[in-house]
């Protein structure tokens, strides 16, 4: 039986260690677009956490502040299911998004996550005592 000097089992086996880690790292991350009520989005997706922020926001939310990179959506997803905190924005309250909890079903196809939640209604950044559900389509795009 032959043995390995420990000393050169370490110059072999660190390099190659720190290959794996690097690959492991860098190909958890993933990257799709989708599009979500007239906005292409980002979803990024590392393990079972996920982001899908504005890639290119519809005019209309540019007036309440959102721009490229603006994170709409964090959370999780467990199995076909994504649950966590949206935000909605506003105009008269830019930089101030209104976060509320979503959660909701991936299509079996994977190529449409419809998230649903219960958020109080503000006027001009005042809260009303008022409460609207909201339903948050993103539909698969292409790979960005």
Request: glycine share 10%; aromatic share 10%; net charge positive.
């Amino acid at each position: 039986m032959r043995f390995i000097q420990p000393d050169i089992a370490k110059q072999c086996l660190l390099p190659v260690l720190a290959a794996i880690v690097f690959l492991q790292g860098s190909a958890v991350m993933a990257d799709s677009c989708w599009d979500h009520n007239g906005s292409l989005m980002r979803l990024q997706a590392q393990g079972n956490q996920r982001w899908l922020s504005y890639e290119v926001p519809r005019n209309v939310l540019r007036k309440a502040g959102v721009q490229p990179g603006t994170l709409l959506f964090n959370g999780i997803k467990n199995g076909n299911w994504y649950s966590g905190t949206a935000r909605v924005f506003s105009k008269y309250c830019p930089g101030s998004p209104l976060e509320y909890f979503v959660e909701g079903p991936v299509r079996g196809d994977q190529l449409q996550v419809t998230v649903t939640g219960t958020r109080e209604v503000h006027d001009r950044c005042r809260p009303t005592g008022q409460y609207t559900t909201d339903t948050l389509v993103f539909t698969y795009s292409h790979d960005c």
